[in-house]
């Protein structure tokens, strides 16, 4: 059972994916992609970190999040991965192979057998990027949130912080 949950920055995608995923009774693992290279996002991260209760084992995955998933889903009766466009960001920066990654972790994603909430941000509404690296991440972002939207079971965009379920 895949819930995606996209939407914009700051919107709430990460509270309403906690929300939804802690009404499920038993331990979490809360998959984490975000690297803090400057002192805003280790703020932010400190952030969603008070904001996960004990129930939550948090693991830091930057890239393999689909060799994560694979060695972990059994142990946990629900997942939460936050955010896809945080993962896909270090995907492009650390040159690994974009649409071989993006599609080693769809295929995990329909594995799981367990719950499993993911978070991922729309980038795709506002002007066309003037530079190729942003227009790159703007599209491999569509292309990856297409392909999670497909397999999953229940699609949520988050407007404004209200939550508008889709799918």
């Known amino acids: 059972m895949i819930t995606f949950i996209i939407g914009g920055a700051n919107s709430g995608k990460s509270s309403f994916a906690l929300k939804l995923a802690e009404s499920i009774e038993g331990k979490g693992a809360f998959i984490a992609t975000a690297q803090a290279f400057d002192e805003e996002m280790s703020e932010k991260i400190k952030r969603h970190k008070e904001q996960r209760s004990n129930q939550w084992q948090t693991y830091e995955e930057p890239l393999e999040i689909a060799n994560l998933i694979k060695q972990i889903e059994g142990r946990y009766e629900k997942i939460i991965i936050d955010c ?27 594995r799981i057998k367990k719950p499993c909430f993911v978070v991922s941000n729309e980038v795709g509404l506002g002007i066309v990027p003037e530079n190729q690296l942003a227009r790159k991440f703007r599209n491999y972002s569509g292309l990856m ?5 497909v397999i999953s079971d229940w699609v949520y965009f988050i407007y404004a912080g209200i939550p508008i379920k889709i799918k």
Not at 145 to 149: R, T
């Open 145 to 149: 949130n297409k392909k999670v939207a």
């Open 84 to 110: 896809l466009t945080l993962w896909l960001s270090n995907i492009i920066y650390h040159c690994h192979p974009i649409e071989q990654s993006i599609e080693d972790l769809v295929s995990q994603l329909k």
